[in-house]
Structures are given as C-alpha cells and as structure tokens.
C-alpha cells in the first residue's frame, strides 16, 4: 500500500541550528512533492514544492530535496529560530493531474531559545 | 491573499444529527477539498470537487456527503453525525493548471467537531 511518513516525534533543536525533517514514502511515484507548516489551531500553510527533476530548492532559509531513488525529501530550516516551531507536513502528487494531494502525519519541530 | 472561510471554528452535536459545514473561498479557485486531521492519522481525505456540481470520492468518503452549487462554496455534510466523527475538518482551494504542474493547496483554519 502507499505510505508517507514523517518523523511522529518531536524533534526539539536549539535556536541558531539547522533543523532537519525526513519525509519518506513508498509504493508513490509522485511528480511533485510539498511542503506546509502547521501552527496550532490553524490550517495548513504552503512553503515550497519541489518537482522530480530537481534536486534541491530554497527559498530563504528553507532548503528542499527531493530524491526519488531513495524515495525521500529532506526539509531544512537553517538558523532555525523559536518562531520556527510547528508541525511540517510533507504531501504528494498522486493523480496525474496534479490537484490531489496525500500528506504525511507531519512531524512538530521545537526550536529552543 | 487567498482567503478560506470556515462557517464555524467550533461546533458540538448529537449523534443522529445532521452536520453542515460550510466553505467559501475568494479567489475563484476550481478545486475545493474536505480533509479531516486525527492525531496520528494526519490529513486525509473525504471529499474533492474540480468545478461546480462536480465531485470526487478520496479515501474516506463514508458517512459523508458533498455539495457544490457555486465555485465559492463546498458544502461538507454528515448525513447522521456518529462519534467517530468527531474530528479537525480542514476545507481547502487550489487552482486547477495544465497537465504538469502542481498547485499549492490553501486552507482554512478548520472546524473542530465534537459529535456527543
């Protein structure tokens, strides 16, 4: 069956360092692969997507990649900052239009001053 | 801003009952999704509408129903409201784009529905 999955334990960083969330996949050959952020009590928000044809994207101190051999996206926040804590979720293309998206069960980032 | 209203932030009702939960978003998007969010469960969805009157199964779609009258609006609905439904229901947009792309998803902030 087709499963995405995200580090379900908190990962608790110190400010200043680079955080780093796996999201990993199977049974998927997605065409594209997104990135949003949880705060509690909110919907989701959008950060980045990522296509299979590129390896890695940033957008200031948020950096994606994208490996479809390994089947798996890695999300960086560099100087990672308290008001980066939240949960990211990952979620994937899976129809060949492109509209609907499966998300992972996201993973919550602590970021500690 | 893309901006996704949720009718209500809170609701409570009885089991048996039936549940409405509205959505309007205004940026004349063609999609519109129901999700609802479960501890260790994720976002999964119920519901997935590409135009009006126009509507998708997604991987659970039982107990619920949909309705879409206007491009705006998406209506998500309980026919008879049981506690395993008592859940964060999350409605989103995206625009529909050629054959290729992928559209970001915009969400609202969620009804959080406590059947009783």
């Known amino acids: 069956s087709q499963k995405i999955e995200q580090n379900s334990e908190a990962l608790n960083i110190q400010e200043g360092k680079t955080a780093t969330l796996t999201c990993n996949y199977t049974n998927y050959s997605p065409a594209y692969l997104q990135w949003y952020r949880q705060d509690p009590g909110r919907g989701p928000v959008f950060l980045l997507l990522?296509?299979?044809?590129?390896k890695e994207k940033r957008k200031e101190r948020l950096k994606v990649t994208f490996d479809t051999t390994l089947k798996q996206s890695l999300f960086h926040i560099t100087a990672s900052q308290p008001a980066d804590s939240a949960t990211y979720l990952c979620a994937l293309v899976r129809d060949n239009a492109g509209n609907m998206l499966t998300f992972g069960g996201g993973t919550r980032l602590m970021v500690k001053p | 801003d893309v901006k996704v209203t949720q009718s209500s932030r809170y609701l409570v009702k009885r089991t048996g009952e039936k549940v409405f939960l509205e959505c309007v978003q205004d940026m004349d998007h063609e999609n519109m999704f129901w999700y609802r969010q479960d501890p260790g469960l994720g976002l999964r969805l119920i519901y997935f509408s590409y135009d009006v009157k126009m509507k998708e199964k997604g991987d659970i779609p039982e107990g619920y129903s949909v309705s879409r009258e206007k491009k705006e609006r998406f209506s998500l609905i309980l026919e008879s409201a049981s506690t395993n439904q008592t859940s964060m229901y999350l409605c989103?947009?995206?625009?529909?784009?050629?054959?290729?792309?992928?559209?970001?998803?915009?969400f609202g902030n969620g009804t959080r529905l406590t059947v009783t």
């Open positions: 990522i296509r299979e044809n590129e």
């Open positions: 989103a947009s995206s625009l529909i784009l050629t054959q290729g792309w992928s559209s970001p998803l915009h």
